[in-house]
């Protein structure tokens, strides 16, 4: 299958600073990749939709100046928490697919504590 | 778009008996239905999936079975092993290019030794 890989895995960060989180296809291109978040207890919830050279689209009730986007490249999707507090407290997520596929896969996953 | 339920959210069950999982699915264009597993802290594993031109899937000791009329699909695990405790989720979503997955709730299950 393909490779979804995820940097770092555990953050913490004082409230009030940004975390970027990345996230990389590593044996295929991906024109698309999802962002997830999983609070404990709790379903996947997909957050955005990250679109190479254009712009991420966010489901409803997710704020885009809060949760910044960036899909550079064909390999490569950001997500930037900006101005953390304690509530950003999840289990961030991403996923992709090779075109040929409709199987998703999945990142391993960042733990982001806001103290 | 979309909505996935799931049931039960909990469920224990005896090592060696059968665990079953039910999803309804709310999107009639939806066609692709893949399970996930998903351990403490860990990234969801696709177990199985399932598309819409079929009504029922095996892969050893797991089966998934789809109503299409009905909007359901459920997820069935026999002769379940300690090893089998996770999370299990269902998802829906339309196959091909890059479709987003919704999800269902979860259901956690326990197997017993």
């Known amino acids: 299958g393909a490779v979804v890989s995820q940097h770092p895995s555990r953050v913490i960060c004082k409230s009030g600073t940004s975390v970027k989180i990345e996230c990389r296809s590593l044996?295929?291109?991906?024109?698309?990749m999802f962002w997830y978040r999983q609070f404990p207890k709790q379903s996947l919830m997909l957050m955005a939709t990250?679109?190479?050279?254009?712009?991420?689209?966010?489901e409803q009730g997710v704020e885009k100046d809060k949760f910044l986007i960036n899909h550079a490249s064909l390999t490569l999707s950001t997500l930037t928490v900006t101005s953390a507090h304690p509530e950003d407290s999840s289990f961030y997520i991403c996923?992709?697919?090779?075109?040929?596929?409709?199987?998703?896969?999945f990142g391993p996953g960042t733990r982001l504590t806001v103290l | 778009g979309e909505n996935v339920e799931q049931h039960p959210s909990t469920l224990s069950v005896q090592e060696g008996d059968s665990a079953v999982i039910k999803c309804t699915y709310s999107d009639s264009a939806s066609n692709y239905f893949p399970w996930y597993k998903q351990e403490l802290g860990k990234r969801p594993q696709l177990i199985i999936d399932i598309r819409s031109n079929v009504g029922e899937k095996k892969d050893q000791r797991i089966a998934v079975t789809l109503n299409k009329t009905a909007k359901h699909f459920s997820l069935h695990i026999t002769e379940t092993q300690p090893e089998d405790s996770a999370v299990y989720f269902c998802?829906?979503?339309?196959?091909?290019?890059?479709?987003?997955?919704?999800f269902g709730t979860g259901t956690k299950l326990q197997v017993i030794p």
């Open positions: 990250s679109n190479e050279g254009s712009k991420a689209t966010y």
């Open positions: 996923s992709s697919k090779p075109p040929s596929y409709n199987e998703q896969f």
């Open positions: 044996d295929f291109q991906a024109t698309t």
């Open positions: 998802a829906a979503s339309l196959s091909g290019g890059y479709q987003k997955v919704t």
